[in-house]
């Protein structure tokens, strides 16, 4: 998978958010996105996503060598971010089921049970979200974003609410997927900003 973001420009009504961003990338390619509150960070990854579009410029996506559409990069993208919504009324496992159906149509029972033991939350499947810490919380996003094995990772404050073990969970899993897929990361967390080979500094 290739992303290749060029000149972007980014405006709500007259306002300027993001002008002249462009990056490439490529498998086990890794960007961190950085710049103050407010400056356009995460916008700038929910245009990475197909979530906002360009004023200007294009991102184009290349799976195969082959131009692909929004179907089938969303198919291929994680995101973890604070405005990924959860149902907090439902149980962890309905929540990630939901997410399964939405992407696939199929639940993988026994892929579920492993990544909730990958981010520590092993038998805790079945108790509602609304019982959950905002760290566990942060934690069920990871599940759902790894489940159908993106080559895309997509991180925006990716260690918002998490503790030092939920940090290091994290920094583990984002080495992981720099080995064979492409990972962004839009972070002002000097530690988290080291991770990556390339950056954007949005202003």
């Not at 103050?36 to 990475?48: D, E, F, Q, Y």
């Not at 692909?68 to 995101?79: D, F, H, N, P, W």
């Not at 696939?104 to 038998?123: N, Q, S, W």
């Not at 290091?168 to 492409?182: A, C, D, G, M, S």
Request: with cysteine; proline share 2%.
């Amino acid at each position: 998978m290739r992303i290749i973001a060029h000149n972007i420009e980014k405006r709500f009504n007259h306002r300027l958010v993001l002008r002249g961003v462009s990056f490439e990338l490529a498998e086990a390619d890794s960007l961190v996105i950085t710049g103050p509150n407010g400056s356009g960070k995460t916008t700038l990854v929910k245009m990475i996503c197909g979530l906002l579009s360009p004023t200007a410029g294009a991102i184009e996506y290349f799976i195969d060598d082959h131009k692909a559409g929004a179907e089938k990069v969303y198919e291929r993208i994680g995101l973890v971010g604070p405005y990924l919504q959860l149902y907090k009324d439902l149980t962890a496992w309905e929540n990630l089921a939901f997410f399964a159906r939405v992407r696939h149509g199929k639940i993988d029972r026994e892929k579920i049970g492993e990544l909730m033991a990958r981010v520590g939350l092993a038998g805790r499947e079945h108790d509602a979200l609304k019982t959950y810490s905002s760290g566990m919380l942060q934690r069920i996003k990871y599940v759902a974003a790894l489940y159908h094995d993106p080559r895309a990772l997509i991180l925006d404050e990716p260690t918002a609410n998490l503790d030092e073990k939920g940090k290091k969970l994290v920094y583990e899993i984002i080495e992981e997927q720099k080995r064979k897929n492409i990972v962004i990361i839009a972070t002002n967390e000097a530690e988290e900003i080291s991770f990556a080979a390339k950056r954007v500094d949005v202003a």
